[in-house]
Structures are given as structure tokens and as C-alpha cells.
């Protein structure tokens, strides 16, 4: 499995939020809401230079909007589907906006098993002595074909 530790910069992101909880995801209904809409957010997304979108995330925080790990072993707290935007875009009614704050991470690429990857990726951290220091952030990059990263924080930038 790909693991590089990596400086994850500030990122906006526009999407649609939900609240997950023990025994409850919002991520899949969320998407499905997204994806139905993403004309409204369309020009919003941030291009590469041959116009394909940075990023598409699954954004997650602590309840308290702090970018903190989910608690309750990963099943509590906000979980935000969209695509990456300028700082300076604002979201069109009925989308929210959050700006992920920079961090050093261990990034691992999803190969197959999303579950297996999140669990290396905790792994990586514990072997290299290091705290988890943030939500655990999810980035398909649709110039890879859709690749997922998972993006596991362990020290504010």
C-alpha cells in the first residue's frame, strides 16, 4: 500500500453536510444529493490546468467544526461531500462551505478496500510514533481517474 507523508495546504470545499452517528452515515445519501446538483457548484470547482476538477472531497470534521478526529471510534461527527474551491467562492443557497486548515499527513492511496486503507493508515501513524491531529479527510482526484486518498493528519501546518 502507497503511504507518503505529504503538507496538505488550506482547502475550501463546497458541498453538501450531514451528521454522522453510531450506526448512521450520511456520506452515501450525501453524495447522491451532490452529485444531483453539482450544476449549481459546477464553475465553483477549482480547475487544473487542463480544466479537470482538483479535487472531490469527503470532507470530515468533529461536531464542533474544529477539523477534529470523529469521536466514538470514527462514527460521530460532520461529514461534508463536495469539490474543491477558491477561499474566495461562496456557495450557493442550500450548500455549505468549509476550509479545511493546512496540516502534515500521511497520505495513502485507496487501492482497493477503503476499510483496509484507513486502518494502514492508523498503523503508519502509531509505527512512526505519531498522533492523529485531525479528521481523517477522503479526495478523489479525477485527474488520477478518480483516485482516493485518504489524508490522515498529524500536526497543524
Not at 484507513?118 to 492523529?132: K, S
Not at 478518480?146 to 490522515?152: E, K, M, S, T, V
Amino acid at each position: 500500500m502507497e503511504i507518503v507523508t505529504c503538507e496538505l495546504p488550506a482547502v475550501s470545499v463546497i458541498g453538501m453536510e450531514g451528521e454522522a452517528r453510531p450506526g448512521h452515515s450520511p456520506a452515501s445519501a450525501l453524495w447522491e444529493k451532490a452529485n444531483t446538483r453539482f450544476g449549481e457548484v459546477e464553475a465553483l470547482a477549482l480547475r487544473d490546468e487542463n480544466g479537470v476538477p482538483v479535487g472531490v472531497w469527503g470532507a470530515m470534521s468533529d461536531l464542533s467544526r474544529s477539523f477534529l478526529p470523529w469521536e466514538d471510534g470514527f462514527s460521530r461527527g460532520l461529514y461534508l461531500a463536495g469539490v474543491q474551491a477558491s477561499p474566495e467562492a461562496l456557495p450557493p443557497e442550500g450548500w455549505v462551505k468549509w476550509t479545511l486548515p493546512a496540516f502534515a499527513c500521511l497520505r495513502v492511496k485507496v487501492e482497493e478496500d477503503y476499510a483496509a486503507a484507513f486502518q494502514a493508515g492508523l498503523g503508519e501513524l502509531e509505527r512512526r510514533g505519531l498522533a492523529l491531529a485531525g479528521a481523517v479527510q477522503d479526495c478523489h482526484r479525477p485527474a488520477e481517474g478518480g483516485q482516493l486518498y485518504l489524508f490522515f493528519p498529524f500536526k497543524r501546518l
